[in-house]
């Protein structure tokens, strides 16, 4: 006889139980969980994720890893040696804690991050190419929804006795034009985790952000610049901004709008919320009468270069620089005022 459930789903439920677990299942196998390794490594799935919880947080003890993976500490230690003794991970001293080590990627764990990253931006965004872009959204809310009360259920006391209570309504990703306090940190946090990951940039990088961001925020005091901030409740998960200053001579000289510190925190892209920072972007510098704007980045962020292209900017001109302290082709994009 097969076993029963110990909890039954609630009675609105369960006509999306089946569908859902069938779901589930797929995509298990089309992901490729079901093969010993993972992402077009030689690393198991355990492994593979947890180079992207070390990677995309800077670092984190053993203790955080197994919260996140949801795995016990003798299976976790196990796979850590292996990526310790593999070179990928390097352990060092917790700065909160002395009994705990801090685990980050080395060199070649950065490396293996990357690929790991190719492969599965390959993948899905494989997948979404199958989808009409309206439904891209849906997409990730549906899955973001469902990670959450999976989530909430393990985190709920007694959840084998009992169903996790239902998860309060998410409120919609909001955009709020202006300063927001942590404004600085987070969009540095931002850009300096995805383009240490995906491009290996380092600390020039960083501290070129940190530094413009911080000459740029006391001059939003003049209408000619404006910053937008993308909210999930209090937390800032985007940025972008129009710098109307720096690109623009004396009069009569045409004014030039700079889009700069345009990012969107991981698991957000693609679901539309980078296309609203950038709608908004663009259309303060049409209404402040800007001639063009211009914005600058690089080859190889095939992504944001959709955005721009759909938003009405051009490639303008390309050339190898190294001034964010890696080598790369650097590319410059401009839009003319639209009316």
Same mark, same amino acid.
């Given at each position: 006889m097969a076993a029963q459930p110990s909890v039954s789903a609630p009675l609105a439920n369960r006509d999306a139980v089946l569908p859902i677990r069938d779901a589930s299942r797929r995509i298990v196998r089309e992901l490729g969980f079901m093969k010993p390794t993972l992402a077009g490594t030689e690393l198991p799935a355990s492994a593979v994720h947890a180079l992207i919880e070390i990677g995309n947080r800077g670092g984190l003890t053993a203790t955080d890893l197994c919260d996140r993976l949801n795995l016990e500490k003798s299976s976790v230690s196990r796979m850590l040696r292996k990526l310790i003794d593999g070179g990928d991970l390097a352990e060092e001293n917790s700065d909160t804690d002395g /009994?705990?080590?801090?685990?980050?990627?080395?060199?070649?764990?950065? /490396?293996?991050l990357a690929a790991?990253?190719?492969?599965?931006?390959e993948q899905v965004g494989g997948a979404l190419a199958c989808l009409p872009?309206?439904?891209?959204?849906?997409?990730v809310e549906g899955l973001r929804l469902y990670a959450d009360a999976l989530h909430a259920r393990r985190a709920t006391p007694g959840n084998e006795s009992k169903a996790a209570a239902p998860l309060a309504v998410r409120p919609a990703l909001r955009i709020e034009p202006?300063?927001?306090?942590?404004?600085?940190?987070?969009?540095?946090?931002?850009?300096?985790?995805?383009?240490?990951?995906?491009?290996?940039?380092?600390?020039?990088?960083?501290?070129?952000?940190?530094?413009?961001?911080?000459?740029?925020?006391?001059?939003?005091?003049?209408?000619?610049?404006?910053?937008?901030?993308?909210?999930?409740?209090? /937390?800032?998960?985007?940025?972008?901004?129009?710098?109307?200053?720096?690109?623009?001579?004396?009069?009569?000289?045409?004014?030039?709008?700079?889009? /700069?510190?345009?990012?969107?925190?991981?698991?957000?892209?693609?679901?539309?919320?980078?296309?609203?920072?950038?709608?908004?972007?663009v259309a303060f510098a049409d209404r402040a009468g800007f001639a063009e704007t211009r914005l600058w980045t690089f080859r190889g962020l095939d992504a944001a270069r959709r955005l721009y292209e759909?938003?009405?900017?051009?490639?303008?001109?390309?050339?190898?620089?190294?001034?964010?302290?890696?080598?790369?082709?650097?590319?410059?994009?401009?839009?003319?005022?639209q009316t």
């Open positions: /009994r705990a080590k801090r685990l980050t990627l080395t060199a070649q764990g950065r /490396r293996t790991i990253d190719a492969f599965a931006h872009a309206a439904d891209h959204a849906m997409v202006g300063y927001q306090p942590g404004l600085i940190g987070r969009a540095v946090d931002m850009h300096a985790q995805f383009y240490a990951r995906a491009h290996g940039f380092g600390a020039v990088f960083e501290s070129r952000v940190a530094a413009g961001l911080a000459e740029f925020l006391p001059r939003l005091d003049r209408p000619c610049n404006a910053v937008w901030t993308a909210l999930d409740g209090d /937390r800032i998960v985007g940025t972008i901004a129009i710098d109307g200053e720096d690109l623009s001579g004396p009069a009569p000289a045409p004014r030039i709008a700079h889009l /700069r510190w345009f990012i969107v925190e991981d698991g957000r892209r693609g679901g539309g919320l980078g296309r609203r920072l950038l709608d908004e972007a759909a938003a009405g900017f051009v490639l303008a001109a390309e050339s190898p620089g190294s001034q964010w302290g890696t080598e790369v082709t650097e590319q410059s994009f401009v839009r003319p005022r």
